[in-house]
Each structure stands twice: as C-alpha cells, then as structure tokens.
C-alpha cells in the first residue's frame, strides 16, 4: 500500500530534550515536505526538500533542522524543543507537480 | 493579506443538504487548485485536482475554479455524515509551493 509513514503519532517531551520524528514514504517520490498545524493558522510548510540531499526552508523553519540521505526517508530534528513548538506535524511527498500525499500526523507536546 | 483565505466555520448542515465551500485568493499566477479532507487524527487526503479555470465532477462532489475572479469553490451534493470533516484549499503555481487555506470544519447532522 502506498503510503507516508510518520512515528511517533503521539510524543510528550520537555523542554530543551533533542527529538527526531521519522518519516518514510513507499512510492519513491522526489519531494518530500514538513508542515505544522496549528489552530487559526492552517497548515506551515518547515522544510521541504526536492530530491536526495537538497533541502531548503519553507515559512517556519526556525528551530527545526532536516536530512534527506536517502529518497524514502525525511526526519525532523528539534535540537532543543521549546513550548511553541507544541503542534500538529505532518510529512508529505510527491512526484514533481503532482499533489502531496500526507502521513498521518505525529502530535508533539513540549512542556 | 493572505494569498489564500478559507472561512473557518464551523459549519453544520442536515444529512442531504448541499455544502458549498469556497477560497479566495490573491496570486494571479496559481494555475493547481485542490481540495484536501481531513478527517479527525488523519492526514489530509486529496479529494479534488483541477488546472486552470472550470469545473471537475467526481460523484457528490464538483469542483469550480473561477479564474478570473480568484475564486473556487467546492460543492458537496446530498451531503452524508460521513462527508463530516475538516475540507482544506490548496493552490500552487507551476513548480510553486503549495499555499493552503485555514481549512473549513464541516458537521453533516443525521
């Protein structure tokens, strides 16, 4: 089944503990994206990156840090979490031009 | 300004009704327009894929582009409770980033 795998769905940390949230996807898409969703604000795009070892901000990437070594797979590092942080994160790809395939979400709390 | 702007709602309408949705937006250069769903703890799913200006039809749901007035809109005929979910706008120019809406919270009552 094609898909974009996000883990964790749900993680609580405190502040200043570094975390990574994985993402993978099966359908050997080029792009691959990083959005939060937060209320009243709809959905930010992080980072994205084009293909293997491109990446570049988007709107929000401020305390956030990304990788692409392979072409499946597209972490999200926070280095140090803070509490506006706290947010609804997905992953996303797709081939070029074509629309983004979303994984499932991963909720973070940082208190 | 918001190069894309969705009204929030909620809106909540009775089964069998028929839901209009609809975005503006300011970027004359967006030719992609999509509508995303997203359900409670889900990702958004694509719903609807149009280019440039017209109409799309995929069962109950038709969607309308009006270029010219910087408009689109998504129509959901006899509306289910299971249509109940959060609809999303999303526009792009060609090999441009994807711009999203706020997104519509919609309840469709039994």
């Known amino acids: 089944e094609a898909q974009v795998t996000q883990n964790p769905r749900y993680l609580i940390t405190v502040t200043g503990k570094k975390l990574t949230v994985t993402c993978s996807q099966n359908?050997?898409?080029?792009?691959m994206s990083w959005y939060r969703q937060d209320p009243g604000l709809g959905l930010r795009q992080i980072y994205y990156s084009m293909n293997v070892e491109v990446t570049d901000k988007g709107d929000v990437p401020e305390g956030y840090k990304v990788s692409r070594k392979e072409k499946r797979n597209f972490p999200l590092i926070l280095e140090s979490p803070s509490p506006n942080q706290t947010s609804l994160y997905f992953c996303?790809?797709?081939?070029?031009?074509?629309?983004?395939?979303f994984g499932n979400g991963t909720r973070l709390t940082v208190t | 300004q918001k190069e894309v702007e969705q009204d929030p709602g909620p809106l909540s309408v009775p089964e069998g009704a028929i839901v209009s949705l609809n975005c503006t937006y300011s970027n004359s250069a967006f030719q992609y327009f999509m509508w995303y769903r997203q359900y409670s703890r889900k990702g958004p799913e694509l719903l609807m894929y149009?280019?440039?200006?017209g109409n799309k039809e995929d069962g109950r749901f038709t969607a309308q582009v009006d270029k010219s007035s910087k408009y689109i809109s998504l129509f959901i005929r006899d509306s289910q409770p299971s249509d109940s979910a959060t609809y999303l706008c999303a526009m792009s120019a060609i090999r441009g980033k994807l711009i999203f809406g706020q997104g519509t919270e919609l309840s469709v009552k039994p």
């Open positions: 149009t280019y440039s200006s």
């Open positions: 359908m050997n898409h080029e792009y």
């Open positions: 996303a790809s797709s081939s070029p031009g074509a629309p983004l395939h």
